[in-house]
């Protein structure tokens, strides 16, 4: 066999070690292929010029067109107060309690130091506000629109229409899903209610058919599950009942409604009929060809003819 020779790439550079003993002898030094030189930077404060660029760019202008205001802050409100000191407090607990035996400093807090923040600019704000409108007020200029003030909108009416169908679109949608939802929740319901129906018919009649073995076997003979059985089956009918009679009652007392005038007059049937009179003759009468019948069809022959036939 032949020997491979491999050339490993690693032996021609230097390892990480002597690198190392290099740089610490000093023979290495910082940077990739050569030295950064540091360039100082010279920062030029030129307050004169500045002050002559100022004077060439100020302009002269009334306070109504600039509106600035150099104000103190406005003093706190005694519920802010209040509420910043509950919120120390809170912050507080939840830090001592969930840190352990940690110090708590308010001081370092950044929830805390944000909303302590925001209430000095909003105290800024409303004292430059008070101000700004004693100084207006003393200008003559007013600080509120009339009653009758008309602004032109900035949106056209074209676009707000659009705006108005688009949210009525959005309503729409939402209201037929809300609608699709309830309609999945009773069906649900309702499925869930005839299940528990079945569920209970079907353990009534197991029950039933129990209690009939028990009697076939001679273990019982009491058969009043039977009457029980036919006096639930027959409540709801006696209720029925007895809301048709009612009906029936009202109905015969207010009739249905309906044309009334001329409801007791006579007509050629109600004249014709002779069920009101006294017919023991019993005759009947064919208006039509005017011919009377006056015998009986199917007339049952008297005792004594019987008697005579036999």
């Known amino acids: 066999m032949t020997d491979f020779i491999v050339n490993d790439s690693e032996s021609d550079l230097d390892s990480d070690e ?7 002898k000093g023979l290495i030094k910082p940077g990739l292929n050569e030295e950064i030189e540091k360039i100082e930077k010279k920062y030029t404060n030129n307050v004169a010029d500045l002050k002559v660029k100022l004077t060439e760019i100020k302009l002269n202008l009334p306070w109504v067109e600039k509106l600035d205001l150099v104000t103190t802050i406005a003093p706190l409100a005694p519920d802010v107060a ?54 207006l007020k003393e200008l003559g200029i007013a600080t509120r629109r009339p009653d009758d003030y ?72 009491d058969l009043d599950f039977l009457d029980d059985k036919k006096g639930k089956n027959s409540k709801g009918k006696g209720v029925q009942d007895k809301i048709s009679k009612k009906r029936d009652l009202k109905n015969k007392k207010f009739g249905f409604g309906g044309k009334k005038k001329g409801s007791k007059l006579n007509t050629r049937e109600s004249t014709h009929n002779m069920d009101g009179f006294n017919n023991a003759s019993k005759k009947s009468v064919n208006f039509k060809n005017k011919t009377f019948n006056t015998k009986k069809k199917n007339q049952r022959p008297g005792k004594s003819k019987r008697k005579n036939k036999r």
């Open 18 to 24: 002597e690198l190392q003993e290099a740089f610490a």
């Open 82 to 135: 209040l509420q910043m000191q509950e919120t120390a407090q809170r912050r507080k607990n939840l830090k001592e309690n969930s840190k352990g035996n940690i110090q708590y400093d308010p001081t370092q807090d950044p929830v805390l130091n944000e909303f302590k923040r925001e209430n000095l600019i909003h105290r800024q704000a409303q004292a430059a506000v008070v101000e700004g409108l004693k100084k």
């Open 150 to 221: 008309f602004a032109e909108m900035a949106k056209t009416d074209e676009h707000m229409q659009k705006v108005r169908k688009n949210l009525m679109a959005k309503q729409a949608a939402q209201s037929r899903v809300e609608k699709v939802r309830q309609l999945r929740e009773q069906k649900k319901i309702a499925k869930r209610v005839q299940i528990d129906t079945k569920l209970k018919q079907a353990a009534e009649k197991k029950q039933m058919l129990e209690q009939l073995k028990r009697v076939r076997k001679g273990k019982a003979s």
